[in-house]
């Protein structure tokens, strides 16, 4: 009454599938322990021996100082990783806005005629003025600056 024992390895299929699992956890392994490196660095709160500190249990002891920094840590690595994502974001958008706006810091025209409009309503500029100030915007051939006449004048 021997019975004959079979492992997975005797079956060509079920070696395949044990090797990619072992395969893929071994991805994922290293894919945790380098996102906990770069949250190691990416955290301001801690200090640079701290920083050194978790460095050095990670790499000296993987497994365990992973699994430690995972539950010590863990719940604000998402925190740090949306407020991280949300500057680069941010960065990101002030420089499309910047670059649409060809890059130099001129007022639109709309901010343009808007300070006009206050020069005039001020009583700075008179109408004329004023109707050439706007033509020279809308040409976009020149500043909103006042004509010469308006600032030595006095007024």
């Known amino acids: 009454m021997s019975a004959q024992t079979y492992l997975a390895y005797d079956f060509p299929l079920l070696s395949a599938f044990w ?3 072992w395969f893929f ?6 894919v945790l322990l380098f996102r906990i490196v ?6 301001d709160s801690l200090s640079g021996a701290a920083k050194t500190g978790w460095l050095v249990f990670c790499i000296v002891l993987p497994f365990l100082g992973v699994f430690v920094y995972v539950i010590a840590r863990g719940k604000n690595m998402g925190r ?5 994502a949300r500057e680069q974001q941010e960065a990101m958008d002030s420089y ?6 060809g890059g130099d810091d001129r007022p639109s025209s709309v901010d343009e005629l808007a300070r006009l ?5 001020r009583g700075d500029i008179t109408n ?3 109707r050439k100030a706007k033509h020279l915007v809308l040409s976009g051939s020149g500043s909103s600056a006042p004509p010469p ?5 006095g007024r």
Do not use: G, K, V
């Open 149 to 153: 006449s308006a600032t030595s004048s």
């Open 128 to 130: 004329e003025e004023f």
């Open 25 to 30: 956890l071994w991805i994922m392994w290293f």
């Open 117 to 121: 409009s206050e020069i005039r309503a």
């Open 19 to 21: 090797a990619m699992l």
């Open 80 to 84: 740090r990783e949306i407020s991280h």
């Open 38 to 43: 770069f949250d190691i660095f990416r955290d």
């Open 96 to 101: 499309i806005r910047q670059t649409a706006r």
